[in-house]
């Protein structure tokens, strides 16, 4: 079940744009400091098929969408897959608005990422405000990215 939710948030990953979310591809999802990248991408949380879902207790729906978060180490010319990290967000829309982000950990085994599922209204733009700490550092790495989201 894990491989199969890693194969769904890596596909949502490389394709980007969505038709329901607005990531025009002049915003980078990724964020370099230093040796670390933080990648992140939003996507509806219907993309998720129901049994995977269920089996990681995410609620489904049109007005619902989820936002991943990995944090990657680029060494001697090699990337490693997603780390173990502390990740901590919250989401701010245009009337300043704050939902907090409570990311849950997908372990791999081989690689890590977070998730945080949030609610969202039809056409409404999005600031998010995201914080990673890397297991071996306690430097925060801040990014930060507004999308548009459409109810589907």
């Known amino acids: 079940m894990k491989t199969l939710l890693a194969s769904i948030f890596f ?9 329901q979310i607005d990531q025009p591809k002049e915003i980078s999802t990724t964020e370099t400091f230093g040796e670390y990248t933080v990648h992140y991408t939003v996507f509806n949380s219907t993309d998720i098929p129901a049994k995977v879902a269920e089996a990681y207790k995410l609620v489904r729906g049109k007005d ?5 978060i990995s944090l990657t180490k680029t060494e001697n010319g090699v990337t490693s897959l997603g ?3 502390q990740i901590s967000g919250k989401t701010r829309n245009l009337m300043q608005q704050q ?3 409570k990311f849950i ?3 791999e085994g081989e690689a890590v990422y977070y998730l945080a599922p949030f609610v969202f209204n039809n056409e409404e733009v999005l600031h998010f405000d ?3 700490i890397p297991a071996a550092s306690a430097k925060p790495f801040k990014v930060t990215f507004n999308r548009t989201l459409y109810a589907q």
Do not use: D, F, K
């Open 105 to 107: 950990e997908i372990n």
């Open 99 to 101: 939902q907090t982000l």
């Open 130 to 132: 995201i914080q990673a």
């Open 64 to 68: 619902r969408a989820l936002v991943n």
């Open 11 to 19: 596909a949502v990953c490389a394709v980007g744009a969505q038709a």
């Open 83 to 85: 780390l173990p990290a």
